[in-house]
């Protein structure tokens, strides 16, 4: 009689342990898939999606109000001062206006800046940014219309109404 009985347990052979190396694998990258997610702030995701998106509408209405007026701005940054200068049928040349800087993805990274009027024009102290790009958008101190453009650090810009 013949058998093919092994002499080695079997922690020793090969196969168990080349069978079992996938389903390791799977069970390790879950775990770290479930750590990253708990950990990792998703910036990108709001929690009053239903509040931003009816409102919408009144942005598109303050882009169309910043359309009728022929409004314009250029945002002329020097060292840490922001100038800007505004053109157009502007309703009050004297009033504050907001920039908002915003990160594209990091939230922790956007800027509220309150510019004031000097006389010749609007000017604010501009935060250390990093090297991206940025959404930005200035608004009056009421909100009644909107600019909007792309600004990255350092350089001269044109906010325009976005339609």
Request: charged share 20%; aromatic share 8%.
């Amino acid at each position: 009689m013949n058998t093919l009985a092994s002499s080695k347990p079997w922690y020793r052979e090969r196969w168990p342990w080349l069978l079992a190396i996938m389903p390791t694998v799977a069970v390790v990258a879950g775990f770290t898939t479930a750590w990253l997610a708990v950990t990792s702030n998703d910036g990108l995701v709001v929690d009053d999606y239903y509040k931003q998106g009816k409102a919408i509408n009144q942005t598109k209405e303050r882009d169309r109000h910043a359309q009728s007026l022929g409004l314009a701005a250029q945002l002329q940054p020097q060292g840490n001062i922001l100038h800007v200068k505004l053109s157009g049928r502007v309703e009050t040349a004297t009033g504050q206006l907001n920039l908002n800087i915003m990160h594209p993805t990091r939230t922790g990274d956007d800027h509220t800046i309150p510019l004031n009027w000097d006389g010749s024009g609007y000017k604010g102290l501009l935060p250390a940014l990093s090297g991206a790009h940025y959404r930005v958008q200035l608004t009056p101190e009421f909100g009644n219309w909107r600019l909007t453009g792309d600004y990255k650090p350092g350089s001269e810009v044109v906010l325009t109404p976005r339609l």
